[in-house]
């Protein structure tokens, strides 16, 4: 995401400042066009350089997924990083303050980590003084554009279709989930696809646009897309020929309860259970304000994954 909008910010002829943990300098995209400030979430001296003379800050840091048994935690990275951020920025008078959160942020006890750590950040910022705006996108996709970073259409491309050996002549048995009794609902739920370069060009604009102050906006893809399309465009894209098998949800969020803690295995419970809840809006309006044309969810713009298969 953040090389998305760094691309944005440059376009705009605005310098984007960058903080980058030591030895991370070769994956900040466009370098020589930014400014960068060696340092992390947790350290307030870096902190206070990189914010120090800046216009406004963009919080993007998140966790796809947690071990918390290495203290890697949303609560450390998401919610404690941006509320830290915030009261650096308070205290320096940076005024403006863009929080990226995710669609279905909420308190609610049966929640991921991952979104109750994007509400409490949420409404840690919303306790400040600043000019803040915070963005809900519903799920990302859009080629990572380096070695190792995640992405959504890769996961599910590692986690449902080539987690174990497969003769590539055969359809393979992808998983169409369903959580009640019913497998005739299996794979019903929806997202609204969105692309990186999408989300990074609402950001921007939001930048300047005192009307979003305040504000909470959810954003999406110009359309909804059901799980079993997902899986299924991800496999034509990559050549991989599948049958859509439905799969009762508890038997395969136990089986990721049990891997999620070893890092080989693509995708925890919590990301699961957050996929099946389905994931959707209507944010029409918003991008016929700034006049962007959002880039469809399709096989060209999934070619991406071809070189990852």
Excluded at 227 to 249: H, L
Aim: proline share 6%; charged share 25%; hydrophobic share 40%.
């Amino acid at each position: 995401m953040g090389s998305y909008i760094i691309d944005e910010l440059i376009e705009h002829k605005i310098t984007p400042r960058v903080l980058v943990r030591n030895g991370s300098e070769s994956k900040v995209m466009q370098a020589d066009k930014c400014q960068m400030v060696k340092g992390d979430v947790e350290d307030e001296k870096s902190l206070r350089e990189i914010l120090d003379g800046c216009d406004a800050v963009i919080y993007l840091i998140a966790l796809i997924r947690e071990f918390p048994a290495k203290n890697i935690t949303n609560e450390r990275y998401q919610f404690r990083g941006s509320e830290r951020v915030s009261k650096i920025a308070s205290e320096i008078g940076v005024k403006r303050f863009l929080l990226m959160s995710a669609m279905g942020a909420n308190p609610n006890p049966s929640s991921s980590n991952y979104m109750n750590s994007k509400y409490l950040s949420e409404q840690a910022l919303k306790n400040t003084e600043l000019d803040w705006t915070i963005i809900r996108p519903s799920s990302l996709f859009g080629d990572p554009r380096g070695e190792g970073r995640p992405e959504f259409c890769m996961m599910l491309d590692k986690l449902m279709l080539n987690l174990l050996p497969f003769p590539k002549f055969l359809p393979f048995p992808a998983p169409s989930f369903f959580t009640g009794l019913n497998p005739l609902e299996a794979g019903k739920y929806s997202l609204s696809m969105i692309h990186a370069k999408d989300v990074a060009s609402i950001f921007v604009k939001c930048l300047n646009d005192i009307k979003t102050i305040g504000s909470t906006l959810e954003i999406g893809g110009e359309r909804e897309v059901s799980w079993n399309e997902i899986v299924t465009s991800i496999a034509k894209t990559t050549g991989q020929k599948v049958v859509m098998v439905p799969a009762p949800f508890l038997v395969v969020a136990t089986i990721a309860g049990l891997l999620d803690r070893f890092s080989w295995f693509p995708a925890g419970k919590e990301q699961l259970q957050d996929l099946v809840k389905g994931n959707v809006c209507n944010s029409d309006k918003i991008f016929k304000k700034y006049e962007i044309n959002r880039t469809p969810f399709n096989l060209e713009n999934l070619s991406y994954l071809k070189s990852e298969g």
